[in-house]
Structures are given as C-alpha cells and as structure tokens.
C-alpha cells in the first residue's frame, strides 16, 4: 500500500505565499517524478510542475517564476513553494508520484487526495 499526503493548503490574500508539502509512505522502492497538478472549478486538472529524482524541473507557462518545485528524496517527500499568488491559482492542488512499490517491476502513478489553495482578498 502506498500513500500521498498533501499539506498546507489554505486561504491567501493576492500577492501572498503559501508552501505546499507531499510526503509518500508504504512500501516504497523508489520514486521517480513527483509532480503537482490542479484543479480549478468547472476546468480540467492542469500540471503546474513536476521534478524528476535529479532534480530536473518543470513549470506550466502560468507558474513560472512564481512557483518553485523541490523534493527531499530522504523524505519521499515534494513541495511546492507558491509565490505573488493570484486569484487565478485558486485551485485544489494534488501530488502526483510515480512509485516503484516493493514486488513491483514497474512504476505506477499515485495521487495524493487534494488540498484547497484559496486566492482571494
């Protein structure tokens, strides 16, 4: 069994930040990309970002130079730092990971269970 725990979702006023964290527990072998993705009311779940396990980045055209992805590999765990926020990132906001599980030979893609991240004034 693997799992994805998000944090730090919240409300924020326009022009703030916020730090998001996912950490993966189970029977974990390995992790591969760990990503973030979102998912406005009425819209399709959307990339923001995602980073390989060396470190190689990269951002959707609408978050780059506000949001920076980073991951601890010690910690099976991904962030996502959120800068000059805007209304339009409003949004539950969801890890993505792809897991090697132990008795596996093949990675498959777990989903964490989503966090509200609120824009408003």
């Known amino acids: 069994q693997v799992q994805l725990v998000e944090s730090g979702g919240g409300l924020v006023q326009p022009g703030g930040s916020l730090r998001l964290s996912c950490t993966a527990s189970?029977?974990?072998?390995?992790?591969?990309?760990m990503g973030w993705y979102r998912q406005a009311p009425g819209k399709q779940r959307e990339l923001v970002g995602s980073?390989?396990?060396?470190?190689?980045?990269i951002y959707a055209d609408s978050v780059k130079g506000r949001f920076t992805i980073s991951r601890d590999n010690a910690k099976n765990t991904v962030y996502l730092q959120m800068d000059s926020l805007k209304p339009e990132d409003t949004a539950v906001y969801f890890c993505?990971?792809?897991?090697?599980?132990?008795?596996?030979?093949?990675?498959?893609?777990?989903w964490g269970q989503g966090t509200q991240v609120t824009v408003s004034s």
């Open positions: 980073i390989r396990r060396g470190s190689t980045t």
């Open positions: 189970g029977s974990i072998v390995s992790i591969n990309a």
């Open positions: 993505n990971a792809a897991i090697l599980r132990g008795g596996y030979s093949y990675y498959n893609q777990y």
